[in-house]
T-cell receptor, first 111, second 115 residues
């Protein structure tokens, strides 16, 4: 079975500084990977998805993620954090049409 | 498109009562998913449908939970009888024909509190 592990439950950055949210996956074959974001009291929104076309994936709101097979990682980054980025972020792997979610990383952005 | 619609947005009920959560998927999507989110267990898939047919209900906690999809534009998740441990946010999501690369679109969720 496939799984994802988000290495940090909570990340705090200052506004304007880079963001790094870490995710490792476990898969016996080439996985389908996603990052979703959940703002407080809202549903989940897709940030980006890896579809094996390119290892560097660009998403919405300036986020991007790089698929590294050798490291089994799919870390999410953003060059400069904005206050509106404060939210819960989920790394997700797809298996047989189902999404399997990581435990989530809470991103705090300080002014 | 209005996106995935869920109702009610909030539900407070007493232990033992029946609870019905409703979902309208995005038009044209033929896969529908029910999730539960709690602090302790995170996001869990309860059940999903393809073309109105339940495909995998292995995540349904117990017989008190049931889900139906009578047509392509409507699904219900019912809990009978409800218990305090069922308190959670329940999300419905839909996607286009099932495939690994297909994005799931989530509704705003129903926050259920069972007293």
């Amino acid at each position: 079975a496939q799984s994802v592990t988000q290495l940090d439950s909570h990340v705090s950055v200052s506004e304007g500084t880079p963001v790094l949210l870490r995710c490792n996956y476990s898969s016996s074959y080439s996985p389908s990977l996603f990052w979703y974001v959940q703002h407080p009291n809202k549903g989940l929104q897709l940030l980006l998805k890896y579809t094996s076309a390119a290892t560097l994936v660009k998403g919405i709101n300036g986020f991007e993620a790089e698929f590294k097979k050798s490291e089994t990682s799919f870390h999410l980054t953003k060059p400069s954090a904005h206050m509106s980025d404060a939210a819960e972020y989920f790394c997700v792997v797809s298996e047989a049409g189902k999404l399997i979610f990581g435990q989530g990383t809470t991103l705090q952005v300080k002014p | 498109d209005a996106g995935v619609i869920q109702s009610p947005r909030h539900e407070v009920t007493e232990m033992g009562q029946e609870v019905t959560l409703r979902c309208k998927p995005i038009s044209g999507h033929n896969s529908l998913f029910w999730y539960r989110q709690t602090m302790m267990r995170g996001l869990e898939l309860l059940i999903y449908f393809n073309n109105n047919v339940p495909i995998d209900d292995s995540g349904m906690p117990e017989d008190r939970f049931s889900a139906k999809m009578p047509n392509a534009s409507f699904s219900t998740l019912k809990i009978q009888p409800s218990e305090p441990r069922d308190s959670a946010v329940y999300f419905c999501a839909s996607s286009q024909p099932s495939g690994s690369y297909n994005e799931q679109f989530f509704g705003p969720g129903t926050r259920l509190t069972v007293l």
